[in-house]
């Protein structure tokens, strides 16, 4: 199934749609056409945050949303506000593929990630369950020990404030079992995705943006300077928008709206899980302190809590015959394994859903402009939670004029820039899972 035929505006099977405090507001599809200085396609972290800067500047926006706002990965992730990089990248090796200028924007932009975030909930006042505890990266092996102690030693000489905590201080930290170290950064948060992306809609509405749910954009012609004409379809009918620039942030969800722009990412189909809440006991010897931690492991070794005290655990999909029986018994497994102390507990697990990522071959976002005034920026891939709010200001600062493109920390092609082998490498991507599972006890992640 394609990322696009799994936009699911029921929000089927996640548990934050069940804690959210920021209520569900239904918004009228598309009736008519009408014109805007921007539109952008997609209301998930990326577009609202450049909604927000753009319309707070004094643009008429209008966000296309074939779902809901947050129906795309923005509502269905773990929640995890990191301020580091998918895996063991390292800033000093993103200062390589960027550049020193660009690559060290970005470096201060993902370690003060979560701290913007923080703003965004103040400003906004947005009732996300926004919580700064900390996150940890612990070492679940000899080579992960490796790694960890490189990016954390990294970000150090990168003047960030991180610790480094011996195996003892890992436990204490996570209550989980068998790391041999990590490093922590304190302003890493937690939050409730879907919470947070209504409150973004909110946010983007305030500032006088207009969305529009359950309405596909399905082509785009940039037909002179400054007038692209976007063509959507909905429950409204088939209707054209004239827009002055154009901003596409479907990142996994993209589909045929612009011609090759599904094959500039690699697709990952994830799910997650929320287990019974964990009675008051075992909350106090897992994750005491209500932080987060996730591992290098590559069949996801990730721990946190949701406001209830359900864990959330998850990893990819493998194409199995029954694929939910598949990614629960490997939670069950892998949360038996890292806590203990569940064993023997009736624990049962509450929800089970899925979402997509898009991956690119540098782990980091691209721009693309594919018209003289067509943007696309994705490839967030499981760091997406602060960066695409971050990232999606800066692009609504630069298209309202505030900015320039070349001051956007991210490669920035002109046209498209599609991967190599990309549809081989998302059907590999479907079936890859139990040799991660594999590699990972071997202890060679
Ligand atoms: C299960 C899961 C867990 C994750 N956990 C974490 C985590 O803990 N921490 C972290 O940092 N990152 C995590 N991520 C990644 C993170 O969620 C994403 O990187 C981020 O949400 C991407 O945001 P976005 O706004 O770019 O895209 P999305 O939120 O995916 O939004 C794209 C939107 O575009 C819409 N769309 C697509 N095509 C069209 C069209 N033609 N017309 C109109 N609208 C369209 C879609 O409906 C969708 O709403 C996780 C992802 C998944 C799937």
Redesign the pocket.
Same mark, same amino acid.
């Given at each position: 199934m394609a990322a696009?035929d799994w936009?699911d505006p029921s929000m089927t099977g996640v548990v934050w749609t069940r804690t959210s405090r920021e209520p569900q507001i239904d918004r009228p599809p598309l009736d008519s056409d009408a014109q805007a200085d921007l539109v952008i396609?997609?209301?998930?972290?990326?577009?609202?945050a450049a909604a927000i800067r753009a319309a707070a500047a004094g643009l008429r926006v209008i966000v296309?949303?074939?779902?809901?706002?947050?129906?795309?990965?923005? @509502?269905?992730?773990?929640?995890?506000?990191?301020p580091h990089f998918p895996g063991a990248l390292r800033p000093s090796a993103v200062e390589k593929l960027l550049g020193p200028r660009k690559g060290q924007a970005l470096n201060a932009l993902v370690s003060t990630g979560p701290d913007r975030v923080a703003e965004l909930v103040r400003r906004y006042a947005i009732d996300s369950d926004f919580a700064q505890r900390g996150w940890v990266q612990p070492a679940h092996s000899q080579a992960a020990l490796a790694k960890v102690r490189a990016v954390h030693d990294d970000w150090r000489a990168f003047g960030v404030k991180v610790d480094w905590l011996d195996a003892g201080a890992v436990a204490a930290e996570t209550g989980a079992a068998g790391y041999l170290a990590g490093w922590r950064n304190a302003s890493g948060a937690v939050v409730n995705?879907l919470a947070h992306?209504r409150g973004l809609a909110r946010a983007a509405e305030s500032e006088g943006a207009r969305i529009v749910e359950c $309405?596909?954009? $399905?082509g785009m012609a940039q037909e002179g300077p400054g007038r692209v004409i976007v063509t959507?379809t909905g429950p409204g009918g088939v209707h054209r928008l004239q827009a002055g620039k154009v901003l596409i942030?479907?990142?996994?969800? $993209?589909?045929a709206?612009m011609p090759g722009l599904p094959r500039s990412v690699v697709t990952?189909?994830?799910?997650?899980i929320a287990t019974t809440p964990l009675p008051e006991l075992l909350r106090r010897r897992i994750l005491p302190n209500g932080n987060c931690f996730?591992d290098l492991r590559k069949s996801g070794g990730?721990g946190r809590y949701d406001t209830a005290g359900r864990l959330i655990s998850?990893g990819a999909v493998f194409a199995a015959s029954n694929v939910r029986a598949y990614g629960e018994a490997h939670a069950r497994r892998r949360m038996a394994e890292l806590f203990p102390q569940l064993r023997g507990q009736q624990i049962g697990i509450e929800d089970y859903?899925?979402?997509?990522?898009?991956l690119t071959d540098s782990y980091l976002p691209h721009v693309q402009r594919l018209q003289p005034d067509v943007f696309a920026?994705?490839g967030?891939?499981?760091? @997406?939670?602060?960066?695409?709010q971050t990232i999606?200001q800066a692009m609504g600062d630069m298209l309202a004029g505030k900015g320039r493109l070349d001051d956007i920390p991210l490669e920035v092609v002109d046209g498209l820039r599609r991967i190599p082998f990309q549809p081989l490498k998302t059907a590999v991507g479907r079936q890859i899972f139990p040799l991660y599972q594999m590699k990972d006890r071997l202890g060679l992640s």
């Amino acid at each position: 199934m394609a990322a696009a035929d799994w936009i699911d505006p029921s929000m089927t099977g996640v548990v934050w749609t069940r804690t959210s405090r920021e209520p569900q507001i239904d918004r009228p599809p598309l009736d008519s056409d009408a014109q805007a200085d921007l539109v952008i396609v997609g209301a998930g972290y990326t577009g609202l945050a450049a909604a927000i800067r753009a319309a707070a500047a004094g643009l008429r926006v209008i966000v296309v949303e074939a779902g809901i706002a947050g129906a795309g990965a923005s @509502g269905r992730n773990g929640g995890y506000a990191v301020p580091h990089f998918p895996g063991a990248l390292r800033p000093s090796a993103v200062e390589k593929l960027l550049g020193p200028r660009k690559g060290q924007a970005l470096n201060a932009l993902v370690s003060t990630g979560p701290d913007r975030v923080a703003e965004l909930v103040r400003r906004y006042a947005i009732d996300s369950d926004f919580a700064q505890r900390g996150w940890v990266q612990p070492a679940h092996s000899q080579a992960a020990l490796a790694k960890v102690r490189a990016v954390h030693d990294d970000w150090r000489a990168f003047g960030v404030k991180v610790d480094w905590l011996d195996a003892g201080a890992v436990a204490a930290e996570t209550g989980a079992a068998g790391y041999l170290a990590g490093w922590r950064n304190a302003s890493g948060a937690v939050v409730n995705p879907l919470a947070h992306a209504r409150g973004l809609a909110r946010a983007a509405e305030s500032e006088g943006a207009r969305i529009v749910e359950c $309405t596909r954009v $399905t082509g785009m012609a940039q037909e002179g300077p400054g007038r692209v004409i976007v063509t959507c379809t909905g429950p409204g009918g088939v209707h054209r928008l004239q827009a002055g620039k154009v901003l596409i942030a479907t990142n996994a969800y $993209t589909d045929a709206l612009m011609p090759g722009l599904p094959r500039s990412v690699v697709t990952v189909r994830l799910y997650h899980i929320a287990t019974t809440p964990l009675p008051e006991l075992l909350r106090r010897r897992i994750l005491p302190n209500g932080n987060c931690f996730t591992d290098l492991r590559k069949s996801g070794g990730f721990g946190r809590y949701d406001t209830a005290g359900r864990l959330i655990s998850g990893g990819a999909v493998f194409a199995a015959s029954n694929v939910r029986a598949y990614g629960e018994a490997h939670a069950r497994r892998r949360m038996a394994e890292l806590f203990p102390q569940l064993r023997g507990q009736q624990i049962g697990i509450e929800d089970y859903w899925e979402g997509y990522c898009a991956l690119t071959d540098s782990y980091l976002p691209h721009v693309q402009r594919l018209q003289p005034d067509v943007f696309a920026v994705l490839g967030f891939s499981t760091r @997406g939670v602060a960066l695409t709010q971050t990232i999606g200001q800066a692009m609504g600062d630069m298209l309202a004029g505030k900015g320039r493109l070349d001051d956007i920390p991210l490669e920035v092609v002109d046209g498209l820039r599609r991967i190599p082998f990309q549809p081989l490498k998302t059907a590999v991507g479907r079936q890859i899972f139990p040799l991660y599972q594999m590699k990972d006890r071997l202890g060679l992640s």
